[in-house]
């Protein structure tokens, strides 16, 4: 895989925000609002999450993303300590990262994230 990283510069003013990282894979996952790069089929784990919006994935990693503050947050599956995860090119907010999972039964998602089905689209629809 090759990765190679753009660098935006925004009224003249360059922060680790303004890097995106553009993913050289047939099969990746983009914003459905901006088209950033956000993540390759490759990390994907599972499609049985459920997300705030409805059907949601769950990934090993993602790229091109800005995590929010933590948060201790009521899900299906008990309580977490998630940070939600937004779009470096649009801001908007496609899922969480989840920090730490209070029950033994759940410390697989640790370090994980979701990502809403309705926020990301397939890259060249394959």
Known sequence: MFRQTFLF???NM?????????LDSER????SKC???????????SKA????LGRAYLFNAVENVCLG??????????VHT????????????????YVHAFQEDQKYKENKYIVEKAMILKENNW
Not at 35 to 45: D, P, S
Not at 49 to 52: K, N, P, Y
């Open 14 to 22: 360059v922060s680790n925000k303004e890097y995106q990282t553009f």
């Open 82 to 97: 998630v940070k939600d995860i937004s779009c470096i090119g649009c801001n908007t907010v496609i899922g969480w990262k």
């Open 9 to 11: 510069k925004k009224n």
């Open 49 to 52: 999450f459920q997300g705030r």
């Open 69 to 78: 503050q933590k948060e201790d947050r009521t899900l299906i599956t008990g």
């Open 35 to 45: 088209h950033t790069h956000l993540v390759e089929h490759k990390e994907l784990i």
């Open 28 to 31: 990746i996952y983009t914003c």
